[in-house]
């Protein structure tokens, strides 16, 4: 004989309903759950393509084969190209989201209204080298990596590199400073740090994903974050900024890993404590439209290189099933209990983004439709 429950069919409802309504809560953040009715598996298969920073694309690659398990009709599909390529992939409407090191201008906002910034993750950039018989932990400045990209300090037993590493040998051969060919947000927050170093870079030069560089001899040029690892592991001399999320790759090959000097004067590793102190530095002064820069904060062990990683993401999507899916990735993305887990960020060195930044960002997240 089957044996059935006698509850009222309203009881058995609000059990169930109290069930989906404390399950889902774990999986959110608290902002996130007040809003429940707009995440959730779509009814059909959305395939979410995004392209762009080379620095995200490994985390991206870390979160798809999870959020699929999560939510098995959403795939996340994500390439690399550099942050260039995501914003204007984006704009244009050729990827759903565009991954990008660099937060939209005001001028590109201005321009395309509905078009938002939505940070996913904290992450950092390192400045390596190739100098045979140097160790790892160089000490190294803005102020002096500008003058080297600018081609004001040519070789490595410079008196200025030689005053900040007193005991080291150094050779006096030449520098070959390796810079991104591609419009790059890796480039956007290294010119970033330089600007903010050096008045004659800042004034001759600026930041930005693409930059006018000043002609330099020797220098090389590479595409996206594993171009510039190989370039530079080829190439004895060589200085070269590489995103963190691929630099357990850099070490690997043999390149060293540069102490820069922060705003406090200190000389700092991008490691996790370092980058958690640059953020707890500038992450309250975060605008609503979530574009702002993290470099150069102040901070006695603050790294000087940090940054959000943006998915760049229009407003309004072309139909109801893909802007649910986009908002679902992007909620279960920056929850603890879901993509931003200690785990999955230390993966790639990244940090997971500040509980003050997470209400807006929730906003920003709202505010997709169809």
Known sequence: MTYRSRAPRSAVAAIASAAALALASALL???AAARLGSTGNPTSTVVLNEAGSTLIYPYLQVLAPQLHRAYTHIY??????????????AIAGLTPL????????PGILAGNPGLLNVPIAISAQAVDYNVPGVGAHL?????????????????????????????????AMRIVPVRRVDSSGD??????LLTATNKTWAKKV???????????RDELSANGNPGMIQVCHSTPGCVAYIGVSVEATALRVGLKEALLQNRAGRYVLPTHANIEAAVAAGAGRTPKDLAQSLIYEPGTNAYPIINFEYLIVKSRQTSFE????????LTWAISPTGGATAKNLSVVGFAALPQVVLGKVDAAIADISS
């Open 139 to 171: 000490k190294l400045t803005g102020n002096i990596l500008a003058q080297i990209y600018r081609g004001g300090i040519t070789r490595w037993n410079d008196k200025q590199i030689a005053a900040i590493n007193q005991g080291v040998r150094l050779p």
């Open 29 to 31: 953040t608290p902002a």
């Open 206 to 216: 600026s930041f930005g994903t693409t930059v006018s560089w000043p002609p330099v």
């Open 98 to 105: 565009g991954g990008s090191d660099a937060y939209l201008s």
């Open 76 to 89: 996340l599909d994500p390439g690399p190209g550099g942050s260039g390529k995501g914003i204007s992939d």
């Open 187 to 192: 480039t956007f927050i290294f010119t970033s």
């Open 322 to 329: 893909t802007a649910l899916a986009i908002r679902t990735f």
